[in-house]
């Protein structure tokens, strides 16, 4: 059974799996229809088309204090590979139409380099300025952590805090404590433009 987290609450992720060295990150959403009344109830009743909205997950790998070391520690989806290897993203989703994980971040934790401490996971909404959009357009956003050797969802995490105005949300981290990960559900959103300025706050 998968341990679904609240806002805030972190735990343990190798110490209670032993054995456990790669992981899938899923991260999901689905754009609110738009009709009816608005909002989650209006969108069962209307059948209302939804907005594209184009979300994109990507990592950020920290150093110590929190610091980005090398632009090329963010993986997103024009960077799909960290230099090690250790971390891979699967591709870009451009709707977020469709059941289960829109995109999926593989992280191999035995190659994460000893620099590393912590692994950071945003969803921001591409282009969300000229786009006038923000994630108050979107429901239902989750992020889940899977053992890819038998896919048992070990962690999941839904995002359900009113997120309305804000085009950038921070889902959770995993992070070094001793010689064991743990993982943070976070579901912090802030109001950062693209990509590069969720980057330059970690810099």
């Given at each position: 059974m998968a341990i679904n987290l609240q806002k805030g609450q972190r735990v343990d992720l190798t110490k209670s799996n032993p054995g456990l060295s790669k992981i899938l990150v899923g991260l999901g959403w689905d754009p609110v229809q738009s009709g009816g009344g608005g909002g989650f109830?209006?969108?069962?009743?209307?059948?209302?088309?939804?907005?594209?909205?184009d979300c994109d997950a990507s990592?950020?790998?920290?150093?110590a204090n929190d610091k980005l070391q090398n632009n090329k520690d963010v993986i997103y989806f024009a960077n799909l590979r960290s230099n090690d290897g250790s971390v891979q993203h699967t591709g870009d989703n451009l709707t977020g139409d469709g059941d289960g994980d829109d995109e999926q971040i593989i992280v191999d934790l035995s190659k994460v380099p000893s620099r590393i401490q912590k692994l950071v996971f945003v969803?921001?909404?591409y282009d969300c300025v000229k786009r006038k959009q923000h994630f108050g357009m979107i429901q239902n956003a989750f992020i889940r952590v899977v053992n890819p050797n038998n896919n048992q969802?070990?962690?999941?995490?839904?995002?359900?805090d009113n997120y309305g105005g804000l085009t950038c949300l921070v889902a959770g981290?995993?992070?070094r404590h001793g010689n064991e990960w743990k993982f943070a559900a976070v579901g912090t959103?802030?109001?950062?433009?693209?990509?590069?300025?969720i980057v330059r706050s970690y810099s």
């Open positions: 109830f209006g969108s069962l009743f209307s059948g209302g088309s939804a907005p594209n909205i990592v950020i790998m920290l150093g969803v921001n909404i969802e070990l962690i999941h995490y839904n995002l359900s981290e995993i992070y959103g802030t109001t950062a433009g693209s990509l590069s300025e």
